[in-house]
């Protein structure tokens, strides 16, 4: 079962005197966060008064975060959107859906369970545990589909993988 709320990113700062927060997004853009009207803080819904995109964050004016002193408070604080908040395009998926999924070779070999993305600088990376481990890079020549609904992730192996 999909759970209801995803992380989706960190405050990282304050910006700003009026209360501003600076938020790093867990989302492929910035842009897809800043649609999002209201975020989950420590299980608690707050309203986005306010946002822009700046240098890859998001800063955002929340509500009832009236100075940089409430602001300084929420610092290292994780946000979390609900799923119903954030529609995805056909074929997209989040993450945290598919982390547990069964990993098949395009031959039907299973290779174990996706346990971890990382999120490397060249690109992720799908770390694979079964009887052995596999670091699978996320790019269309090696990861051939992903059914998030079905929990089966297909992939192709190359020597040394």
Excluded: C
């Excluded at 700003?16 to 966060?33: A, C």
């Excluded at 039907?108 to 060249?122: N, S, Y």
Aim: hydrophobic share 45%.
């Amino acid at each position: 079962m999909k759970e209801r709320f995803i992380e989706a990113g960190e405050i990282v700062n304050t910006h700003g005197v009026r209360g501003e927060v600076k938020i790093l997004p867990w989302t492929d853009t910035p842009e897809f966060l800043r649609a999002v009207k209201t975020l989950y803080i420590d299980g608690k819904p707050v309203r986005v008064l306010a946002s822009r995109v700046h240098k890859g964050a998001l800063l955002a004016l929340l509500e009832g975060v009236e100075d940089v002193n409430a602001a300084m408070r929420l610092k290292g604080r994780r946000v979390s959107i609900d799923r119903a908040d954030a529609p995805l395009e056909p074929g997209a998926f989040f993450i945290q859906d598919i982390i547990g999924a069964r990993v098949v070779t395009e031959d039907g070999a299973e290779l174990g369970a996706l346990a971890e993305v990382i999120d490397a600088p060249a690109g992720m990376v799908y770390v694979v545990r079964g009887g052995t481990e596999h670091l699978i890079p996320a790019v269309p020549e090696f990861v051939l589909s992903t059914d998030a609904d079905a929990g089966v992730v297909t992939v192709r192996l190359i020597e040394g993988m």
